[in-house]
């Protein structure tokens, strides 16, 4: 069996042609010395698929493009790396290609980009109109959901495989069933809602999601999905595809999901490598992808202190009956899930753990 490895990488750095209301990396970057590296040059491109692609032998490799809005690379640049991998096919590495996009750029020139190489996109769209629009603008400040939307249908007629991407807020959490019929009524098959979170000087904000909030979106929005599957309707949800699975003893594919850090390669426009797409600050980078293997990237001291460090834990934790499955979750998000009065990770899963250990039974 082939070993997996992943990198997450940012073309365009922090730019992006939108401005959306709780950009988390917006966040981060302005926590920087530098908030934009700009775009990737030739040199570091050339550096990072000899580093990837070149150095690893008979492996799964997947290259995910993220942002700000890594189309701002330009299109001509993502086809000159995938010819630079081609320079390694004497390696037999599997490459995998993934992007994540917030769709206003992309045209049948992507498009066809994206079915010749099979990229999976993942399409952020923030639910119905009024949520989206609302957070989703662009930089002269207009809303951006009939253009994404345009984009989920050319994807869709071209057959590109794609997810939808939104972002859970404080605002959307209080519309479960709103949500769900949006996901219906377009047709989309594959969703991951993404919790979203204060910024990192910050223990509360106005749009970010609070565990009393997590339990009572979910736990309803699990009511309706469960529904559907019931009747054979299936509707992949990022969380419930996570955790279900976990009840049959599989571990999770999303990161952090068993409550410790695994190192991840995010590389930065100018090659700097950091542990976690939430720690791409100068206090966690661990060299560059130029300078540096993955070997020395990986053994490097920023990445080392990153997956050894503690983490906030909740006092709910000593006697959670989900303690084994959990174990304080991702260290980024877990602040969605709980605080030191309330778990709404553990209120959805003491009412849904009876239906998915049913379904996971099946799994096995």
């Known amino acids: ?34 908030t934009s590296y700009g775009l990737m040059s030739d040199e570091t491109m050339k550096a990072l698929v000899q580093r990837s692609v070149g150095t690893f ?33 004497d390696r037999h590495n599997t490459l995998h290609w993934a992007i994540q996009t917030n769709g206003t750029l992309i045209d049948q020139e992507w498009i066809a980009f994206f079915k010749e190489h099979r990229f999976l996109v993942g399409l952020s769209i923030d639910g119905p ?84 909030r997590f339990a009572s979106f979910y736990t309803r929005f699990y009511q309706l999905w469960l529904e559907d599957y019931q009747k054979g309707s299936y509707l992949s949800v990022g969380l419930f595809d996570n955790v ?53 990237i990986l053994r490097s001291e920023p990445m080392q202190r990153f997956l050894n460090e503690p983490k906030r834990m909740s006092p709910l934790c000593a006697d959670c009956p989900f303690k084994a499955m959990c174990h304080g979750n991702c260290k980024r998000l877990n602040i969605t899930y709980f605080d030191d009065q309330r778990c709404g990770y553990r209120e959805f899963l003491t009412v849904v753990s009876p239906t998915m250990r049913q379904i996971a039974a099946r799994l096995k």
């Open 129 to 212: 109109r009024r949520n989206h629009d609302h957070f989703r603008i662009n930089a002269q400040g207009l809303p951006t959901q009939d253009r994404v939307l345009h984009t989920a249908k050319q994807l869709k007629e071209a057959g590109v495989d794609f997810n939808v991407l939104t972002v859970l807020t404080q605002t959307l959490a209080k519309q479960p069933e709103e949500l769900y019929r949006f996901y219906r009524q377009h047709n989309f098959t594959h969703v991951q809602l993404i919790p979203c979170l204060p910024g990192i000087d910050q223990a509360k904000d106005p749009f970010a999601l609070t565990p009393d």
């Open 57 to 89: 032998t008979d492996t799964e490799i997947t290259l995910t493009f993220q942002g700000g809005e890594p189309t701002l690379w330009g299109l001509d640049r993502f086809k000159a790396l995938v010819k630079e991998t081609e320079l390694y096919t």
């Open 1 to 34: 069996m082939k070993r997996n490895v992943s990198f997450l990488i940012k073309p365009a750095s922090s730019l992006c042609n939108l401005r959306c209301t709780y950009c988390f990396y917006h966040d981060v970057s302005a926590h920087r010395m530098s």
């Open 244 to 296: 279900i699975p976990m009840f049959a003893g599989m571990p999770p594919l999303q990161c952090g999901m068993l409550g410790y850090c695994s190192p991840q390669y995010v590389i930065e426009a100018d090659g700097s490598v950091y542990p976690c797409d939430f720690y791409v600050l100068d206090h966690y980078r661990c060299g560059n992808i130029r300078d540096l293997s993955i070997e020395d």
